[in-house]
């Protein structure tokens, strides 16, 4: 099936938009393979490129212009787009990527109100929204996923789209069989992400000792202690939200908009704690993550502290 005559690719998620970029001119190949590609960029542009790129050319070809950085347009590309709105070339695709911000707003008003189709390309920013992104991918590759190796990897990896997108295609490859979350802590359990997690697991477990030793090891090799003390905060930050819901698992995932067997993982942890308990923990994990963002000159044995009472918290003591 081929796209629209215009295409508007909107957001700031670079790697999304890619990705839709690039399905657009496979639809386009698959319907005319002998498709003419021009790459335009809309802060250069020259006044009237755009109307004799789409020009029907001598031998019937049809046209694929693909304008980048919308964002820092002209006002030449901003005449001369609008004008083409209004008599739109029938055997042409426009594909327009506007990274965000409000240049161009006329432009991007006029796409919208043509009715023309727009992609929008937002960070991914919760746990839930990256966990289904890469549920996505395993599933349209054809291949499995277990739901604890998905959150390990969300957790290793998650930070930046396309490295979360490259780790999926390298298990893809890779795995003989369902993907488990020991496959994931052998390719990425050495990122200091997954470090920091481990240290966390450990000591919302209440093992002391092994998340004290774990995290020694992460600092001995350089590891800083800003993201250890955010995995600290993510882990008791989802205990404390379970912890006061109420429903089915299922039920305060949808409310929470996590994963339910996250949900139901909270729920056992919370068996451990008390509520004094917890709310000491979310103290001294607060006061650990100013002290390792400057305010202490010992950044070192503010993670240690926060790892020591946590621990001691979820054995009740």
């Not at 508007?8 to 498709?35: C, K, N």
């Not at 432009?107 to 992609?119: E, H, I, N, S």
Request: with cysteine; hydrophobic share 45%; glycine share 8%.
């Amino acid at each position: 099936m081929a796209p629209a005559a215009v295409v508007l690719i909107t957001g700031p998620e670079e790697y999304l938009g890619i990705r839709a970029m690039d399905r657009v001119r496979s639809q386009v190949r698959a319907a005319a393979p002998d498709v003419e590609i021009t790459r335009l960029t809309a802060g250069s542009y020259e006044a009237g490129a755009l109307a004799m790129n789409v020009s029907p050319s001598l031998f019937g070809e049809s046209k694929l212009i693909e304008v980048d950085g919308l964002e820092a347009m002209n006002d030449a590309f901003l005449a001369d787009a609008l004008t083409y709105l209004k008599h739109v070339e029938q055997d042409a695709v426009l594909v327009l990527r506007h990274g965000g911000g409000t240049r161009g707003k006329k432009l991007l008003d006029a796409v919208k109100a043509g009715g023309w189709p727009t992609v929008d390309c937002q960070p991914l920013k919760k746990d839930a929204e990256k966990t289904a992104f890469v549920t996505a991918e395993f599933k349209a590759a054809g291949r499995r996923i277990t739901p604890e190796a998905v959150q390990s990897l969300v957790n290793a990896v998650g930070a930046n789209l396309s490295e979360l997108a490259a780790a999926c295609s390298q298990l893809i490859a890779d795995a003989s069989t369902a993907v488990d979350a020991d496959m994931v802590d052998r390719y990425y359990g050495g990122r200091v992400e997954a470090t920091a997690f481990k240290v966390a697991d450990a000591a919302m477990a209440g093992n002391g000792p092994v998340a004290l030793s774990t995290l020694r090891h992460a600092l001995a090799t350089g590891a800083d202690p800003v993201p250890l003390v955010a995995a600290l905060a993510a882990k008791l930050r989802t205990v404390a939200k379970v912890a006061g819901a109420k429903g089915s698992a299922a039920q305060i995932a949808k409310q929470l908009g996590m994963q339910p067997w996250l949900v139901e993982q909270a729920q056992r942890d919370v068996r451990r704690w008390t509520p004094e308990g917890l709310a000491r923990s979310i103290q001294v994990t607060a006061e650990a993550d100013a002290q390792v963002k400057g305010l202490s000159r010992d950044p070192v044995y503010a993670v240690e502290h926060a790892v020591t009472v946590i621990a001691a918290a979820a054995r009740g003591r």
